[in-house]
C-alpha cells in the first residue's frame, strides 16, 4: 500500500516490514518458519527449507533469498551458530544455525504474543493493543497491559 506523493522505493525504505504490502504467502511464510523451529529446534537454512517443502499450505517453496531475508528479518528468531557441512568436493563449510528466541517464547501462545503486526492474520490484528511501555502492537498476555517483550524486559 503505498502512500499518496511517496515513491514505492521510498516507502519500503521507510516501512520495511509494512503489514499492507507483505504478501499474505509470505506472512504464512514467516509464521511457519517460526512454528517449524518451535516444534524442531534449531536448524541451518537448508533444514528450514527441507521442512518447508514438507508443508502443503505454502503455495511454492521460497528461494534461498527470500529465505535468507525471512531468517535475518524476523524479530521471533535469532542465529545460534555454525554448523560444519562437508560438501561433495570435501571441503568443509560453515552454515548458519537459526532458533526461535527460547528465552522469549517458551509456549504456543507466546509464539502469538511476540508475532510482530505484519506477519499476524486479519483475526490476530484484530486482537492487537499497542504496547504502552514498547509502542509496539502485540497481542497481549492475558491480564497483563504491557506485552510479552516488556514483561520479560527482552
Ligand atoms: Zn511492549
Not at 499474505?24 to 517460526?34: E, Q
Not at 528461494?63 to 551458530?81: I, P, R, T
Not at 555454525?82 to 517464547?105: C, P, Q, S, W, Y
Amino acid at each position: 500500500m503505498v502512500n499518496r506523493g511517496m515513491s514505492k522505493r521510498t516507502h519500503n525504505i521507510l516501512f520495511p516490514n509494512c503489514y499492507l504490502c507483505m504478501s499474505a504467502n509470505n506472512r504464512r511464510l514467516r509464521r511457519l518458519v517460526v512454528d517449524i523451529l518451535f516444534d524442531k529446534g534449531a536448524l541451518t537454512r537448508t533444514q528450514i527449507a527441507e521442512e518447508l517443502a514438507r508443508v502443503r499450505s505454502l503455495r511454492e517453496v521460497p528461494s534461498d533469498n527470500s529465505l535468507s531475508s525471512v531468517l535475518a528479518k524476523n524479530v521471533q528468531l535469532e542465529s545460534v551458530g555454525f554448523a560444519k557441512v562437508e560438501k561433495l568436493n570435501g571441503n568443509k563449510t560453515k552454515h548458519m544455525i537459526f532458533d526461535i528466541k527460547r528465552e522469549l517464547i517458551t509456549t504456543r501462545e507466546e509464539i502469538e504474543q511476540t508475532r510482530p503486526m505484519s506477519c499476524m492474520t486479519a483475526s490476530e490484528r484484530r486482537l492487537a493493543i499497542r504496547c504502552p511501555q514498547c509502542g509496539k502492537h502485540r497481542i497481549l498476555p492475558e491480564g497483563s497491559d504491557i506485552c510479552i517483550h516488556c514483561i520479560k524486559g527482552l
